[in-house]
C-alpha cells in the first residue's frame, strides 16, 4: 500500500509513517505537564510533527471581588502570566532539542478543559498529549481530574501521561 493510497482505517492518516503532523500539548507547568512535554516533543520527532503547547489561565475565581478590588485581578493574571512565561522557555528548551517545531498559546478567559479543547480545534491537532496527576478513587471524584475530562469530551485522540 502506497502513501498515497487510503488505508481503509477511519480517521488515520493514509501515510503510516506521519501519523501525527500537529499536536497540542497542554500545559500547566507542573511535573506531571513536563513528563508529557518530553513524551509529546519524543512523538513529534519521530512523526516530523509540530507541537502547539496551550498553557490555559483559569479565569478568575473570586468574581465580584475584583470589581471591588482590581489588584486581586492584576495580580492573579500577572501570576498565571508569569507561570506560563515560565513553562513556555522551558518547553522552548525542550522543542530546540528535539528539533521540534514549536508554538506556544496563552489562552485565557477559558475553563482549562474547554480550552485545551477549544485550542486543539483551532490549530486542527491530531493529538492532544495532557498529563495526569495519577489521582484515583475518591480524590479524583472529589478534585476532577482535567485528563479525565479531555478524554471524555475530546473527539480527537488524546494521550494522558502518567
Known sequence: MGPSQPTGRV?????PCTMFKHILLATDGSASAEHAAKKAMDLARVHGARVTAAYVID???YIGLGAVNPMGFDA???AAQEAAAKAFVHLSDLAKAAGVQLEARLVEESHVVDGIL????EASA???VVGSHGRSGIQRLLLGGVA???????????LVVR
Do not use: E, F, N
Open 126 to 128: 491530531d493529538l492532544i
Open 11 to 15: 480517521g488515520l492518516p493514509s501515510d
Open 59 to 61: 479565569p478568575y475565581p
Open 118 to 121: 477549544s485550542m486543539a480545534d
Open 148 to 158: 479525565h475530562k479531555v478524554v471524555a469530551q475530546s473527539t480527537r485522540p488524546v
Open 76 to 78: 492573579y493574571m500577572a
